[in-house]
Each structure stands twice: as structure tokens, then as C-alpha cells.
């Protein structure tokens, strides 16, 4: 009667929904916030726990079997459920976000979550033993990863539970873990679409040297591209006095080699045919310029920190260079 495909292994063991619930730290005057709520075991603990609960369930059947369960009971008035894709529909207020969920939306649900406005307090998600172990993974570790690097700047992570298959009804492949997310307070200040951008390839491989990533062809055409729209722009949006407005656009990488100048002087005929390839390897000595300029040429990915990340970014942007 259970859908595989919609990810429903509902919890069987009543200690364990008492310990997440406890874990959460729920307070009276909450708001809670619960995905895929299937048969109702965790709901009615967070009823009991919180001011009110609202449950978003994809499954139908599934919404029927709530509203029955908690029908003519004090709790259904304190009970909202949405019936819908939680990944497709806009999330309510909520303070606290507590969810047995379906696997696969892992990542995507998280990242639903973090970009909710307003921000709230913390969320405590049942995920896969993998996936809450890259959550949580730190540089150095061999789950260490993109999702780690993404989901730590905007958020505090920790593991709070492990959790055995045969919790559930029916048991899933694999082994859980509960996760607390707590979203950073404020919001660093950093363009997210530039910061994955940068995270994206540095993890492409992430046990080579950085330098060896940035010297991929691949890379760099696309980071040359980027670099080429970008300055067009600012001299299309410019006056007879270019030079100086690239300049103070480009800020002050004072140590960085900024003599390219010359090409935005010059009428866009001649780019292709002359300078294809000496434009590559000027861009390439840029790039590569960056990464000593910040010492990351011989380091690896998988031992950078947030702040080496937020750093060698910084760095890029200066010099004009940028990853969105
Ligand atoms: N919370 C219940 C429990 O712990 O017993 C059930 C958890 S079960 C792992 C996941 C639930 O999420 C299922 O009821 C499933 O129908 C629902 N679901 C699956 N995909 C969903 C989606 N995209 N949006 C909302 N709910 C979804």
C-alpha cells in the first residue's frame, strides 16, 4: 500500500519520533513546518509540541488518512495540510521545520529551505546516512564536498541521531540520520550564483590541485567568456573615458596585472581573427596570477574552508573575474 517511488517509509518506532522531537527543541509558540507527513505519527507529536503544524503531502490517499486521523480531535484545528509538491509550491511562515522526507528531494528541499524568506530558526530533517554525513562533512574529510562547502555558508550543521532501517515501514535501503540546519543569522553577503559557480569547479575534481583545475581548457574557456560579456558591458555602458571606468570596476587588485587595456579600444573585428589564441593564454596568466596571488595553486578542494573559498572568490572578482 506504500509508494516506493514517493519515498514513503513511515516511522514505526514511537521512542524515536520522542527523541527527534525532543531534539528539536520545539517551542509552544511555534509554527512547525512538516514535509511529507504521511500517516500522521510525527504530526501528532508536533500538534502536541508546537502552536500549529502545517503539513505539505504530494500522495492524496495519504492527505484523506491525516484529515481522518486528526478529525473531531482538539488538534485539527491547529492542523493545515497543503496537498502538493513541497519542491512546486510556496512554502508558508513557519519557525521550525521538522520532516521524515522522501530521499530523493533531499537536496533540492534544502536549498528550498535555506533561500526561504523570512528566515527560520532551525530545521530538523530526517536524510539518508550519506547525505547528512556530506551535510555535516568538514574540510578534510572524505565526504567533504560541494553540498558541504554550499549548505555550511548558508547554515550551521550538525548530526544529531542516527537512525537504523528498521525504524520504518517499510524498511529503505539504506541507513538515516537526523540533521539540524540552522540558517546563519545574518545571511552572509555573498552572491550565491557566484559563490556555486567557483564551488562547482573547484570540486570537479576534488582531489587535484586547484591550479590544475583552473588550467582545464574547459574552465577557462567558459571563465573567458564570462570575463569577455562582462567587460563588453561596462564598456557598451561607458563614456569616451573608458579606461578609467574598467579601472575603478575591476577595483583595486594592486597587484594584479591589469594591462589589458588595449583591447577595448579596438574595434571588435580584429578580436577573433587576431587575438583568439594570445587572448587565451593573456587570460589563462590572469587566471593563474589569481590563484598565487592567493597562494591556492598547490592546494586541494577537499582540504579548503569556507574562508579559503570566500577568499579565492574575492580575489577572482577583483581581478574582473567572476563564475555566473
Ligand atoms: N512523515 C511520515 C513518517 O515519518 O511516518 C512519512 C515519511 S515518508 C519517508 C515521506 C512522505 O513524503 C510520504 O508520505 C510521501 O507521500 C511524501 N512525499 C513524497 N514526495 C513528496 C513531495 N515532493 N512533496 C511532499 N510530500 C512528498
Redesign the pocket.
Known amino acids: 500500500q506504500f509508494?516506493k517511488s514517493?519515498?514513503?517509509?513511515?516511522?514505526k518506532n514511537p521512542l524515536l519520533v520522542d527523541s527527534i522531537i525532543q531534539k528539536a527543541g520545539i517551542n509552544s509558540t511555534d509554527v512547525i513546518l512538516e514535509?511529507?507527513?504521511?500517516?500522521g505519527?510525527?504530526t501528532k507529536k508536533l500538534l502536541e509540541a508546537g502552536k500549529s503544524v502545517v503539513a505539505?503531502?504530494?500522495?492524496p490517499r495519504?492527505v484523506l488518512e491525516l484529515q481522518r486521523r486528526f478529525q473531531g480531535t482538539p488538534y485539527s484545528n491547529r492542523l493545515k495540510v497543503i496537498q502538493g509538491?513541497?519542491?512546486k509550491c510556496d512554502l508558508p511562515y513557519f519557525d521550525i521545520c521538522v520532516?521524515?522526507?522522501?530521499y530523493q528531494?533531499s537536496s533540492p528541499l534544502t536549498f528550498k529551505l535555506l533561500n526561504h524568506r523570512p528566515v527560520f530558526r532551525c530545521a530538523v530533517i530526517m536524510f539518508q546516512r550519506e547525505f547528512a554525513m556530506r551535510l555535516v562533512a568538514q574540510p578534510g574529510d572524505t565526504l567533504y564536498c560541494r553540498l558541504s562547502v554550499n549548505t555550511q555558508l548558508l547554515a550551521r550543521v550538525s548530526h544529531l541521531l542516527k537512525v537504523g532501517k528498521n525504524n520504518f515501514r517499510p524498511p529503505p535501503k539504506v541507513d538515516s540520520s537526523v540533521v539540524r540546519i540552522e540558517p546563519r543569522k545574518p545571511a552572509p553577503s555573498v552572491n550565491f550564483k557566484e559563490w556555486d559557480g567557483l564551488v562547482r569547479i573547484c570540486f570537479t575534481r576534488k582531489n587535484k590541485t586547484i591550479g590544475a583545475i583552473f588550467k582545464q581548457k574547459r574552465v577557462l574557456s567558459i571563465l573567458e567568456k564570462n570575463y569577455k560579456t562582462l567587460q563588453a558591458l561596462q564598456v557598451s555602458q561607458g563614456n569616451g573615458d573608458q579606461m578609467a571606468t574598467d579601472a575603478s570596476v575591476l577595483g583595486d587588485g594592486g597587484e594584479l596585472n591589469m594591462e589589458t587595456d588595449d583591447e577595448n579600444d579596438d574595434v571588435d573585428d580584429d578580436m577573433e581573427m587576431d587575438d583568439g589564441e594570445s587572448k587565451g593564454s593573456e587570460f589563462k596568466e590572469k587566471v593563474l596570477g589569481v590563484l598565487k596571488q592567493g597562494k591556492y595553486e598547490d592546494k586541494r578542494s577537499s582540504k579548503l574552508a569556507q574562508a579559503d573559498f570566500m577568499h579565492l572568490l574575492s580575489l577572482f572578482n577583483q581581478a574582473g573575474i567572476h563564475f555566473s
Open positions: 509508494h514517493k519515498g514513503q517509509h513511515i516511522l514535509i511529507g507527513p504521511g500517516t505519527n510525527l505539505v503531502e504530494l500522495d495519504m509538491d513541497v519542491l520532516a521524515n522526507i522522501p528531494i
